[in-house]
């Protein structure tokens, strides 16, 4: 009963937001915390109780209020990122803020008039602070890596903390917290449930933000510009770009879908880090693409040419993502990342004696996908996949893949690209 009772409230919050035709002050924070309070407790609370023509009409009667919404959210987002995030109820208004996010910015995008809303500065500023204030989407996408690396949020703390002994959010070297072992770090952490619902959400709103090429109109003048967003959050203004690869790279090729090979795991226990492994390729295949001029790499896979040397067209910062992989060098790597791929590339082609006893992944274009970039950007990783006595395991689920995707006209365009 009280459940609902909270749910009533929020969804109270949302026409009043809607209806109201006169702007709601900024500095009203009862009425703005009503949106990541305790209220709700997941994402699909907040999709269900925030309709799209709700938003929709919101964007075109009430611009002012769609705006405060978005800044106010972000602010949070900030503030919890330099403070640590330490209790629980801070945690869950960071949580809400992401799915708000989540929600609000794909019918951001869609409209053209606010496409640049994120990238302006942020509001009641003066002249003087204006010129030094970063846009809101450089704002937003600093605090969400910082949360990516929160002791005790979305990492295992490496000492004892607590709600009134925080770590020190500025000080804390991210590649201490990389998620999991394998390329540049050998340092398992335990595995955590709730760290991965908390970096899978984040990870949401990272390929929402990413999208908004997907709204821009199918001419070739409006996709000759690179992603701003992307391009921000791989280039050196990210300080947690390395770590962040890292964690994204390693966390994909650790993943093991079987397990210990129990009959019917998938069936009586929830796999956590599916979803986050998906996410994670999703995010690795997006910020690969963004780099124009990534396929002139040499064929030695040196950095005379590589992505290390480019430019973007229009004279922006290097793709860090794209430079970190092309200086993967070294044969273990190579061998973590060929197992890993090649372990997720065989999961859909595995019999058992016991019909549907293991479970089987359902992401493996991205997979192919991030094996071809992968290719394509490192050769030296290339020539390591063609000289080892694995490449079987390779060619085999991609002749598989093919052979399946005959009949299916939409994975026909990527896989003619293998074909090639």
């Known amino acids: 009963m009280g459940n609902t009772d909270t749910k009533l409230n929020f969804r109270k919050a949302v026409i009043q937001l809607t209806t109201k035709t006169q702007p709601i002050e900024a500095n009203d924070e009862a009425f703005w915390e009503q949106f990541w309070s305790e209220s709700v407790t997941c994402v699909q609370d907040v999709f269900t109780l925030i309709p799209a023509a709700e938003i929709r009409a919101l964007r075109e009667e009430s611009p002012s209020n769609l705006a405060t919404l978005c800044y106010k959210a972000v602010e949070k987002l900030v503030a919890a990122a330099e403070s640590g995030c330490p209790s629980q109820r801070e945690q869950q208004t960071v949580l809400n803020c992401v799915r708000l996010l989540t929600r609000i910015l794909p019918y951001i995008f869609e409209d053209p008039d606010w496409r640049g809303f994120f990238w302006s500065t942020l509001p009641n500023q003066s002249e003087e602070t204006e010129i030094e204030s970063s846009p809101l989407a450089q704002s937003l996408l600093n605090a969400l890596c910082d949360l990516l690396f929160c002791p005790d949020f979305t990492v295992q703390s490496n000492r004892k903390s607590g709600p009134d002994n925080p770590e020190d959010m500025g000080s804390i070297d991210s590649c201490e917290y990389i998620w999991e072992s394998g390329v540049g770090f050998a340092h398992s952490p335990p595995h955590n449930f709730q760290h991965d619902q908390h970096r899978t959400e984040i990870i949401k709103l990272f390929l929402t933000c990413f999208s908004e090429t997907m709204y821009l109109p199918p001419i070739a003048d409006a996709h000759t510009v690179p992603n701003q967003w992307i391009q921000y959050f791989t280039s050196t203004d990210n300080r947690h770009a390395l770590p962040l690869f890292t964690s ?173």
């Not at 896979?301 to 290097?318: E, K, Y």
């Not at 044969?331 to 990342?337: H, L």
């Open 248 to 420: 994204l790279l390693n966390i994909v090729c650790a993943y093991d879908p079987v397990g210990y090979g129990v009959p019917y795991n998938h069936l009586m226990f929830t796999d956590s880090r599916e979803q986050l492994v998906e996410g994670a390729l999703q995010v690795l295949c997006v910020t690969m693409e963004n780099e124009s001029s990534n396929h002139n790499v040499s064929v030695d896979g040196t950095s005379g040419g590589t992505a290390m040397d480019a430019q973007s067209d229009t004279g922006g910062p290097d793709n860090l993502f794209v430079n970190y992989l092309s200086r993967i060098h070294r044969e273990e790597d190579f061998a973590f990342i060929l197992r890993g791929i090649t372990r997720l590339l065989n999961n859909p082609l595995t019999q058992t004696y016991l019909p549907g006893s293991c479970k089987k992944i359902q992401f493996h274009q991205e997979l192919l996908v991030l094996f071809w970039k992968m290719c394509d950007i490192n050769k030296k990783f290339m020539f390591y996949v063609l000289k080892s006595s694995d490449v079987l395991d390779v060619l085999v689920p991609i002749l598989y893949f093919l052979n399946d995707a005959r009949a299916d006209q939409c994975k026909n365009s990527m896989y003619s690209h293998l074909q090639m």
